[in-house]
């Protein structure tokens, strides 16, 4: 601050640039870690990446009947959507603090929290 209560230009300049930095640094990091989920005790388990992108999808021979695929089908949705839930916790704990510095943590457009 400077004398008469005005912010320093420059400074905050320079934090939104760093801030905007560690955000992309985080989105970065979160786009190659990968998370799993799983359902039916193991049967069916998604790998994604903390960014939500689905890269790998295991299904154990024992959950495969062919006179019953509805509940393959389920075991394979709630495989995904467990694994996306872990990768929306993991982008919370990366992003969340960023999104603090912001000024907040909910209502930033682009941010998926």
């Known amino acids: 601050m400077i004398p008469g209560g005005q ?5 905050l ?3 939104a640039q760093k801030m ?3 955000l992309q640094r985080a989105q ?4 190659n870690t990968e998370v799993d989920g799983q359902a039916g005790g193991g049967l069916v388990k998604a790998t994604v990446t903390g960014a939500g992108e689905l890269r790998a999808l295991r299904i154990d021979p024992k959950a495969v009947d062919p006179e019953d695929t509805e509940t393959l089908a389920d075991l ?4 995904v959507q467990a694994a996306n839930e872990n990768a929306q916790a993991l982008q919370q704990q ?3 603090p ?3 510095g912001l000024g907040g943590g909910s209502g930033i ?3 998926p929290f």
């Open 7 to 11: 912010p320093n230009m420059q400074q």
């Open 28 to 31: 970065e990091e979160l786009a």
């Open 13 to 15: 300049l320079q934090q």
């Open 94 to 96: 990366k992003l969340g």
């Open 20 to 22: 905007q930095q560690d």
């Open 98 to 100: 960023l999104a603090q």
């Open 76 to 79: 394979i949705v709630a495989a």
């Open 109 to 111: 457009p682009g941010l």
